[in-house]
């Protein structure tokens, strides 16, 4: 199985700030990488797919890249709603493996 | 727009078995493979099983396999999840989710108690 190593595990930033999570997939997973953000007793939202792509509705301080087998969600201008928990997914393979999960709370 | 709906979740002993359901709307269900997806209480999220558009293709984590089914009725766009010989660790927010992981249910809960 795919191993999608993700961090931090929890992060504190002010609003306005720059944050960076990233996924690092033990073996190539090609654009196969989406992000993933969930607040408290809802479902899973989708932000970025194919690595980079933004989903439908998202706004554009959300941004993906990749270097290699490692994946970063980058979020610009921090806003008090984006806290919550964040994971990467590979669907590159068969079972499909979630990182697990970025804490992300606002100072 | 895209709806998920489970439902059939409950508190089930050990051992046990129980059939999630998922209702989906707003597209042509028959043409998607589909998933589940769980999250036990507090923790991450963990892929439990697949299925392609015309249940060709089935996939389940090892974790699961051999204890639960994945099966489809494209005539009523419902999505199961059989599950069987129930372990306290199977508790969990069973989510189903469409193929690309894209659109997701509410969730429905599972617990499994004595």
């Known amino acids: 199985d795919i191993q999608m190593t993700q961090s931090p595990a929890s992060l504190s930033a002010s609003p306005e700030e720059i944050v960076t999570i990233t996924c690092q997939a033990s073996?190539?997973?090609?654009?196969?990488l989406a992000w993933y953000q969930q607040k408290p007793g809802k479902s899973p939202q989708l932000l970025i797919y194919?690595?980079?792509s933004l989903a439908d509705g998202i706004p554009s301080r959300f941004s993906g890249s990749r270097s290699g087998t490692q994946y970063s969600l980058k979020i610009s201008r921090l806003q008090v709603e984006d806290t919550g928990i964040y994971y990467c997914?590979?669907?590159?393979?068969?079972?499909?493996?979630f990182g697990a999960g970025t804490k992300l709370e606002l100072k | 727009e895209v709806q998920l709906v489970e439902s059939g979740g409950g508190l089930v002993q050990p051992g046990r078995s129980l059939k999630l359901s998922c209702l989906a709307s707003?597209?042509?269900?028959?043409?998607?493979?589909m998933n589940w997806i769980r999250q036990a209480p507090g923790k991450g999220l963990e892929w439990v099983a697949s299925?392609?558009?015309?249940?060709?293709?089935?996939y389940y984590a090892d974790t699961v396999k051999g204890r639960f089914t994945i099966s489809r009725d494209n005539a009523k766009n419902t999505l199961y999840l059989q599950m069987t010989s129930l372990r306290s660790e199977d508790t969990a927010l069973y989510y189903c989710?469409?193929?690309?992981?894209?659109?997701w249910g509410q969730g429905v809960m599972v617990t499994v108690s004595s």
């Open positions: 989710a469409s193929h690309t992981i894209d659109y």
């Open positions: 707003g597209f042509t269900f028959s043409n998607y493979g």
């Open positions: 299925i392609s558009s015309s249940s060709s293709y089935i």
């Open positions: 073996q190539d997973i090609g654009n196969w």
């Open positions: 194919s690595a980079t």
């Open positions: 997914l590979q669907r590159y393979s068969n079972p499909p493996t």
